[in-house]
């Protein structure tokens, strides 16, 4: 019994760590993308000092209408590329509420393998995962809130095809290398102290300074992205 708990040891030892990762959804679609992207993106990774597949973070931007995706280098995170959005919808820079509101999210996301979508009808799409639990404290509802292709929206983030095609490649690496989640912060503008400023006299400008502790975690802590917690109804960072 001893010689076969030993050898039961050896052969677990010996399968490769992404054996035990969630698999990876993916589609005749997303497979042809990935093969036709990749190899530009590996280029650009190698040229920027970064490796293709290692963990990654997103934030969005609503009034400026940019996705930027950040890619672990060392002890933090390093900007690999800004994409444009192409829309939220018709929404107000202000949080989503409830289903069929027109709204795009703002707040703290992560998306698991299972969110990925390569069977999208707006060409590629990952769930962000609302309501969290922030928004369900809040009685918020609505479901399937995306960041797809078609560059076409009433809620979701719509990028173009050839953005959304990069992203995706991009976090199936991270993925399939064996992050469990990726994180998404979505934020309804850049929040440096100016930009609070000028926004001072919305009605969700109380929401919003809760936002920006998250948003200075980010930039004060070696770009490193907060853990994020709900207590009493509103966002904790660490």
């Known amino acids: 019994m001893k010689r076969i708990l030993i050898a039961i040891v050896i052969v677990l030892m010996t399968i490769p760590i992404n054996t035990y990762s969630q698999k990876i959804p993916s589609s005749s679609l997303s497979l042809k993308v990935i093969e036709k992207v990749k190899p530009r993106l590996e280029k650009q990774f190698t040229d920027s000092s970064l490796i293709f597949g290692e963990t990654v973070y997103i934030r969005i931007f609503k009034e400026e209408k940019e996705l930027e995706v950040w890619v672990k280098k060392r002890s933090g995170f390093i900007l690999f590329k800004t994409y444009p959005i192409c829309t ?23 998306v698991k393998p299972n969110q990925l979508n390569p069977w999208s009808s707006y060409h590629l799409s990952f769930n962000i995962g609302y309501p969290n639990t922030y928004d369900r404290a809040h009685e918020r509802t609505g479901s399937a809130i995306m960041v797809h292709g078609d560059c076409v929206s009433i809620g979701c983030y719509a990028m173009t095809d050839d953005g959304i095609d990069e992203i995706y490649a991009i976090v199936d690496a991270a993925l399939s290398n064996g992050q469990s989640f990726f994180r998404v912060h979505l934020f309804p503008f850049r929040m440096t102290n100016e930009n ?18 998250g948003y200075d975690f980010f930039e004060e802590n070696n770009n490193n992205p907060p853990n994020v917690t709900v207590i009493n109804n509103k966002y904790v960072f660490n």
Do not use: C
């Open 196 to 213: 609070m400023k000028n926004h001072n006299d919305s009605s969700w400008y109380s929401m919003w300074e809760n936002l920006k502790v």
């Open 88 to 110: 939220y919808g018709g929404g107000t820079l202000g949080p989503k509420i409830r289903n069929g509101d027109g709204q795009a999210p703002t707040g703290f996301y992560y």
